[in-house]
């Protein structure tokens, strides 16, 4: 559903007002979006994934128990 007009200005106001105010912050919203998040967060889990098979793995070759305490 497109904004109204009046809307449109609202948000275009909200917009400047945010630019001058804080320059820096504007200009890093503007270069982020959905997708960029979304490849952060998917990044994140296969960095945790990978630890925590690898640490699964070592403490399993050590010690049996610790490797089944940590499968869990």
């Given amino acids: 559903m497109p904004l109204s007009e009046h809307e449109q200005k609202i948000l275009s106001d909200l917009e400047e007002s945010l630019s001058q105010q804080d320059p820096r912050f504007a200009k890093s919203v503007s270069k982020t979006n959905v997708i960029v998040h979304a490849r952060r967060r998917v990044r994140g889990g296969?960095?945790?994934?990978i630890v925590g098979l690898a640490i699964l793995i070592v403490f399993l070759t050590q010690s049996t128990l610790w490797g089944l305490v940590g499968s869990r």
């Avoid at 296969?46 to 994934?49: A, T």
């Fill in 46 to 49: 296969v960095v945790g994934f």
